[in-house]
């Protein structure tokens, strides 16, 4: 099992940054890809950013240019810097692990972190 915890969300006006924050534990070793999604009231879940255990990234055509994806991996956290925050990118952020165990595939998410970009 891995438990992943967020932080970092809150209100920001537009042109603004944040940094959410995402502490893991548990059978961390398992861990193949981490990455951030969103979801905003009435609509589904997207993905914002991914990372593998390689440190390649993927980023969601919205974001790229203005969000980066990072870790720590001495303190089993990983990182979304926001900039240039706008209205729309208001929504839940979630947390998401990938991992592999005994040849097979396991889902994890934290439980969201809300931001919410408003003058």
């Known amino acids: 099992q891995v438990q992943l915890v967020e932080s970092g969300g809150g209100l920001v006006q537009p042109g603004g940054s944040l940094r959410l924050a995402c502490a893991a534990s548990?059978?961390?070793?398992?861990?193949?890809?981490m990455g951030w999604y969103r979801q905003a009231p009435g609509k589904q879940r997207d993905l914002v950013a991914t990372?593998?255990?390689?440190?390649?990234?993927n980023y969601a055509d919205s974001v790229k240019g203005r969000f980066t994806i990072s870790r720590d991996n001495a303190k089993n956290t990983l990182y979304l810097q926001m900039n240039t925050l706008k209205p729309e990118d208001t929504a839940a952020y979630y947390c998401?692990?990938?991992?592999?165990?005994?040849?097979?595939?396991?889902?994890?998410w934290g439980q969201g972190t809300q931001v919410t970009v408003s003058s």
């Open positions: 998401y692990a990938k991992g592999l165990r005994g040849g097979d595939w396991y889902n994890y």
């Open positions: 990372i593998t255990r390689d440190d390649n990234t």
């Open positions: 548990g059978s961390i070793f398992s861990i193949i890809t």
